[in-house]
């Protein structure tokens, strides 16, 4: 049995990305339908209710100096500057949108004024009448805010106020293609019965989250999916090789810890922590989890946090943990009240480890979001280092804690425009200048949308020119914790041969309100939708007809042992990633070893195969990088790149990963390596 759903956008997965792609679509064009597809939930699931609820605000600093501080002390030059600075403006307007779509859950103080912090303040006391003092010297060009943990599920409202159209408990497994190679839809099944559904839209949105490997609990539904389709439907990868996000955390409970650094013993009792923190960082500093790697190396582990002695204490207790919280999130509060009090009340030790979150993000997008399969799009975390915005850092939060929320935003408010218009029709490059636009009228700047564009386009442009060891700590590689093309004016009606005027028929099919799919013909023609729908319900149900030996989760755990140690992932050697890879290859091997029964084991061995697609991917740019820079470190190659390029990888068809090296455009940019010391 299977379902057929016709939509003009397609958006794969509920969590804050998508959310905001399906809601900026409907604010453009109310007349394209949107749907939303998700594996789970929409509103519960993904990462956005279960975290911090921080998020950024300029707060009266210029984005020129985040734009310039981040490109300098963070990305280390490897950002693209111009998608930086096209972010940077847009930060405020995003938690506003974020406030607006979610009825006021960003936090104000008495006077309605949003209140913020700056990150890393020193908390100097608190008053009777519960004022909080802080000590706000500091150089980030930044503050931080904060919205109720709750928030989601006013904005899946928001979209279904607006006319979106939701499923839930169906996962995307891969895209349906056109004949000359347009993205026309997706396949996904029901995670409870196994169903069948076959989309077919005019666009589709990718919004699947990161690939995180599930070593960490609280980030282990970034599985990956999405990247693997995205890369099975012919789309690129880049920056993949800094996706080697580590958190500090307990062996016994995998909680995340914050400023470790100040209080990091060996066992022998030195303090190897605190030379990586006489320069603030901006968050956790790569160079102490490769101290981490060189002191267990030795034989001076395992490692130990004195938590009296870290300074960052007094900053995050005030802002997440108690009912006393700076910030008033009455939902927030109880939930992180819970979570630190049975978190601290399951460590029996001050045993601390490196815990990898990963956050492979690859997929390549241009500033409009869009893959180079046409109509194909991503957003979110499965896109978010393949902008290549934030340059040599793993991202989110790209080591600004808070930032990654308006980081989904401002993708789903310029790619949702974005995609409506090309289900439309349109030019897609139109469509930005309406995204940029979309909290000013979002809808009377679609039928302008053209010069709206343009005019965005030429003034940001003027601007910009101004293991081998297992036991827990104890051995050297750090045992897996565990121990634990834009379709540049073409008309969709040019996709299926028909004349582009069928394109502008459908534009004004839109203002008139109605589907677009009344007035811009039928893609669907000749795409081959049942024999690709076959071809994708066999492979993905393939494992349901064979006997393994092997359960999901150890195969996913036979995975954890390669991409978690540092030695493999963070502090890196061609030796050790030579190994790592070939192992990789190995298991890839070996899929068909995983038992299958249900619906929900079929996703697990989908999502095996995911990750080891992105693990693969992973180290290929890494092995390709071969000198140190940002949260990239080689211990044989510890010098500083030559030139600054990014590493893509393209999918070549039949001949496998091609590897791309693409000069950074520094010379467009307005900041550049040296020029901050003169
Ligand atoms: C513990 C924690 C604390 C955090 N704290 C903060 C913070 O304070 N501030 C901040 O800015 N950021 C924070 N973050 C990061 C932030 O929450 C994430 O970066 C953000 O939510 C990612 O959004 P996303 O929509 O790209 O991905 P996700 O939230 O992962 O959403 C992806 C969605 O896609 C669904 N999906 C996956 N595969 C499929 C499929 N095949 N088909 C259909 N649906 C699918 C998933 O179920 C999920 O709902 C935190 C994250 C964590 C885990």
Known sequence: MSERVRTDVLVAGGGIAGLATAISAKEAMPGVSVTVVEKYTSGYSGKANRGAGIVVTLGGYRPEEFVQYHTDRIGKYLNDQKFLMKFAREIDNDIEALDRWSKGKLDRDEKGEIRSIKWRSQLRGVSGDGIYDFDQDNEYPWRLAAIDLDYLLEVRKTAVRLGVKFIDRVGIVDILKTGSGEACGAVGFSIDTGEMYVFEARAVVLAT??????????????????????????????????????????????KDEMGVEYGLYNDKGENVGLRHTIEPHPDIDQDSLAEYYKQVKAGNGPLHYH??????????????????????????????????????????????????????????VDEEFQTCVPGLFAVGEVSIGGTRCFGAVPAPPARVRGIALNVMTFHGRTAGPAAAAYAAGESVGASAGSSVGADAGAVASVGAGSSVGAGVGASDGASVGAGDG???????????????????????????????????????????????????????AGASIDAQAADIEKRFGAPLERAGDMTVNDFAFEIAKVVQPLGNSLYRSEARMQGALARILELQGQVERIEAKTPHHLFGVNENVAMLLCAEMFFRASLERKDSIGWFLREDYPDSPEKLEWIVIENDGGGGPRIVREPVPISEYPYKPGQQDA
């Not at 009240?337 to 030790?349: H, R, S, V, Y």
């Not at 093309?485 to 004349?499: I, L, M, Q, R």
Request: glycine letters at 18%.
């Open 209 to 254: 989250g990161g690939q995180n490997y599930r070593v960490m609990p609280m980030w282990a539904c970034g599985r990956g999916e999405g990247h693997a389709a995205a890369w099975r439907a012919g789309a690129s990868l880049a920056n993949g090789e800094f996706s080697s996000f580590y958190n500090w955390t307990s062996p016994h409970n995998f």
């Open 307 to 364: 938590q009296d002695e870290n300074i960052m204490l007094p900053f995050t207790r005030s802002m997440l943990g108690s009912d006393a919280a700076y910030f008033k999130r009455p939902y927030t509060n109880r939930w992180w009240g819970k979570l630190i009090f049975n978190g601290a009340t399951q460590e029996p030790d001050d045993i601390i480890m490196p815990g990898l979150i990963g956050e492979y993000g690859a997929v390549k």
């Open 470 to 524: 297992s036991s827990v700590g104890a051995s050297a590689d750090v045992g897996v914790g565990a121990n634990a093309g834009v379709g540049v004016g073409a008309g969709v009606g040019a996709n299926d041969g028909s004349s582009v005027g069928a394109g502008a028929g459908a534009v004004a099919s839109v203002g008139a309100g109605s589907s677009v799919g009344a007035g811009a013909g039928d893609v669907w």
